[in-house]
């Protein structure tokens, strides 16, 4: 089965945390296969957030060279400056190769600000309703970025409107 990758956007900074432990409970009931997860965590007053990849959950070196270049793209980049975003450009173009483009980076880079968190997940196998139910006891957040077909991801946001 293909991954998907789906970036949850939570409203504190201690929301993503929260999502990842319903997320790992889900995983140990096997309905939801984690391949590999990340948290992005941004409290008040810091001038750009903490990454924590992995989180116990899984993952090995590949995807932590993944997850360290996709959030450093996201959040670090615009912090280096023009030239060194210029030099990076060819990055940008190989995301685009796993339907990660720059309206993806985009919408989750103006959506997880100071203030909020984000649930980075690489998933397999859903058990579609009943991952669904389980979210809904998680913390308010909002489904802001996946690289399903637009069907999927509109069917997705449904499904998890609060």
Known sequence: MASSIVVL??????????????????QKQHLLEIQDVATVTWPEGKKKPKTVHGAGACGGAWYGAFWGMLIGWIFFLPFLGAAWGAAMGAIGGAFSDYGIGNEF???????????SSALFLLVGQVTTDRVVEAFKAAPEFEVIATNLSQEQEEKLKEAFAH
Not at 9 to 24: C, M, N
Request: aromatic share 4%; proline share 3%; glycine share 10%.
């Open 9 to 26: 956007k939570f409203h504190t900074p201690e929301g993503a945390e929260q999502g990842l432990a319903i997320a790992a409970d889900l």
């Open 105 to 115: 980076i985009e919408n989750v880079r103006s959506k997880v600000t100071e203030g």
